[in-house]
C-alpha cells in the first residue's frame, strides 16, 4: 500500500488509522477557527491524527437557494488561519480547473466532490499540483471503475492518492453503504477513506434540500474500520440542527471524541488492514 505524507503525518500502509473532520461548509471565521481548535483538542487526546475539513463553497446544492459558503477567497484565507493557528493540516472540495490553483496554494490535499469524480480536466488539474488528492467516488460508481481515475492522477505523476467511499445510489433519495467496496478499492494500493456522515445522507430527500439519517453514522463507521478502512470521514457541528448545510446528516462535535477512541480500539484489533 501506499504510504502518503500529509503535514507531519502518514497515513496509508502500516500507520494508524485517521481522521477527516470538520464542519460541512464554512460559515464564518469565528465558529470555523472554534470548531477546528477543538478537533485539534480532540486528535491530541485521543492520539488520532486528523486532517480539517470545510467546504469554502458548495456548488453541488439541491436547490438555488441553499447556502453555499463565504467563496474561494475568503473561504481559503480562514483555511490558512487554521493550519495557523491549529497545525492541523487542511482540506476542501474544488469545483473548477480554475479553482485549482489558487487552492493548493493553502490546502494541504484537494478534494474532488464524488458529483465531479469523472470529470477528466478537473482530476488532472488537482493532479498536476503534486498535492494529494482525495477523489470522492461517485455515488454512481462501482468501486471497480476507479481504477479509471486513478489513472488519470497518476498519468500526471502523482500517486498521492486518497480514495474515498460515500455510499452507492440505491433507488430514489436513498444511499446503501456496501462495505466490500472498501476491500475492492484497496487493492489499488491507495489509502481508503469511509465517509460515515454523506453515507447517511438522503440526496433530494427533503424536496428542496437533503435530509439524512445521522444516528447511523456510528454504526456505520465502526463497520468500515473493521473492513479495513484506513481513515474515517466524519462532518460535525456543535449544532447540527442549526447549521447552514447537511445538519441532518452531521455528527455533534461533542459526541466526536468518544467515536473516535472507539474506532481506534477496532482498527487496533483488526491491526494490519
Known amino acids: 500500500m501506499k504510504e502518503i505524507k500529509i503535514s507531519n503525518f502518514k497515513i496509508g500502509a502500516k500507520n494508524p488509522f485517521f481522521i ?7 460559515e464564518n471565521e469565528k465558529d ?9 483538542e480532540i486528535s491530541a487526546a485521543s492520539g488520532v491524527n486528523l486532517i480539517f475539513k470545510s467546504s469554502y463553497d458548495k456548488a453541488n446544492r439541491s436547490s438555488l437557494s441553499s447556502y453555499r459558503g463565504p467563496g474561494i477567497k475568503k473561504g481559503l484565507d480562514i483555511l490558512k488561519k487554521v493550519k495557523k493557528e491549529t497545525g492541523l493540516a487542511v482540506i476542501s472540495d474544488v469545483h473548477s480547473v480554475d479553482e485549482v490553483k489558487q487552492a493548493a496554494a493553502v490546502l494541504d490535499v484537494i478534494q474532488i466532490p464524488a458529483l465531479l469524480s469523472r470529470q477528466t480536466d478537473l482530476i488532472v488539474a488537482a493532479a498536476k499540483t503534486k498535492k494529494a488528492v482525495n477523489i470522492k467516488k461517485g455515488q454512481f ?3 471497480y471503475e476507479v481504477v479509471n481515475i486513478i489513472k488519470k ?54 424536496g428542496g434540500k437533503s435530509s439524512g439519517e445521522k444516528e447511523f453514522i456510528p454504526y456505520l463507521a465502526k463497520a468500515a474500520v473493521a473492513a479495513g478502512a484506513d481513515g474515517v470521514f466524519l462532518e460535525v457541528h456543535r449544532q447540527p440542527d442549526r447549521a447552514k448545510c447537511d445538519g441532518s446528516n452531521m455528527l455533534k462535535i461533542s459526541e466526536l ?7 481506534k480500539e477496532i482498527s487496533n484489533i483488526v491491526g494490519d488492514r
Open 153 to 206: 492522477v497518476t498519468s500526471c505523476k502523482n500517486d498521492n492518492i486518497l480514495l474515498t467511499e460515500r455510499g452507492f445510489m440505491f433507488g430514489y433519495n436513498n444511499l446503501v453503504s456496501d462495505m466490500r467496496s472498501i476491500v475492492i478499492m484497496k487493492k489499488y494500493g491507495y489509502p481508503v477513506v469511509f465517509d460515515a456522515t454523506h453515507s447517511v445522507q438522503l440526496p433530494g430527500g427533503a
Open 257 to 263: 471524541k468518544k467515536l473516535i477512541i472507539q474506532l
Open 32 to 40: 470555523t477557527l472554534e470548531a477546528a481548535q477543538r478537533l485539534k
Open 20 to 26: 477527516i473532520a470538520g464542519p460541512c461548509v464554512i
Open 141 to 143: 460508481l462501482s468501486p
